[in-house]
């Protein structure tokens, strides 16, 4: 299996259901969780030797991340201790027709305020056959704008693959904003993660209504602009309700085809936060073993629904589960 990094903020996650307001909440189910590290854990899960870099305060929270992020296999020897402080967020979970709502609470963190890039590059890239992370780091500050551009250039130009989820967080900053972060790492970006919005607008091109066909138009279109691309992916979902959306993951490689996944129809949804993370460890795995197209984007799609199984942030399965979930779906394993 292939050594993977995956690079970004692990926070302090506090969620709130069963109707509660967050201004009312009186207690807090926690976790740990973020993007890429979230990634780095589906990795690892599918038999993976999965890193994860990050920085951590030296305090019983950060200890805490580290200690969940050991919990699922990840190597943390590129996780920096120092700083004031672990980003926090928290989740209102929707009910029905009200979504669910996240509140950041992140500013100030150790990994926030990096100015300069802290790690040995040397050992930072050591072996490591592809890196992954995505458009919240850039979205942190704008020392992370040109941290993370720095580090996919670096990446590339040492011939480890980057992996880019456009990821974009409108409470973090503006559409604008993270179009001109996109643009700057596009040329070293090996698999993208992108919908069709992220992409017409990165290229210029009219803005157009979904359809597959005007997906696959601009999926052929980043090709073009990106010399490094190999893959290209993103869902469709249908949301019924906060507890009942429909998932559909599509793929496109080089030779010009847009393969699609079954849709997976999740109801109920126990906790949706971490699905598109599950999706993407999902088709970076079935990239990183040489699967075709169909086998990949299967495989992703049905991770990302079950992830929407399980509380927290991250996937619980291992490949053999994600397998027999696309064999039996919810019959009895026996």
Known sequence: MAKVLALGEIM???????????????????????AEANVAISLAQFGHDAAFASKVPVN????????????????????LRGGARLG????????????????????????AEMTECEWNLDELFDGVELMHISGVCPALSPAWRELTLGLVHEAAMRGVQVSYDVNFR??????????????????????LSAGI??????????????????????YGQVFAAAPRLEAVYSTRRVVHSSSSNDLTGYLMMPDGELVYSAAHHIEPIVDRVGGGDAFAGGVLHGLLSGWDAQRTIDFGCAAGALKHTVVGDCNRFTAAEVEQFMRSGADVAR
């Open 170 to 191: 409108g409470k973090l900053w503006t559409w604008d904003e993270c179009m001109v972060a996109f643009r700057a790492v596009l040329p070293y970006v090996s698999v």
């Open 12 to 34: 302090l996650r506090l969620s709130v259901g069963g109707g509660v307001r967050l201004s009312d909440a009186s207690a807090f189910a926690a976790n740990y969780g973020g």
């Open 88 to 111: 926090t967020y928290y989740i209102e979970e929707g009910v029905g027709a009200r979504g669910s709502q996240a509140t950041y609470d992140r500013a100030g963190s150790a990994f």
């Open 60 to 79: 019983p929270l950060g200890d805490g991340a580290v200690k969940h992020l050991h919990r699922f296999g990840i190597d943390c020897s590129q996780v």
């Open 197 to 218: 919005g992220d992409v017409q607008s990165v290229l210029e091109l009219e803005r157009t209504d979904w359809t597959e066909e005007a997906l696959a138009t601009a």
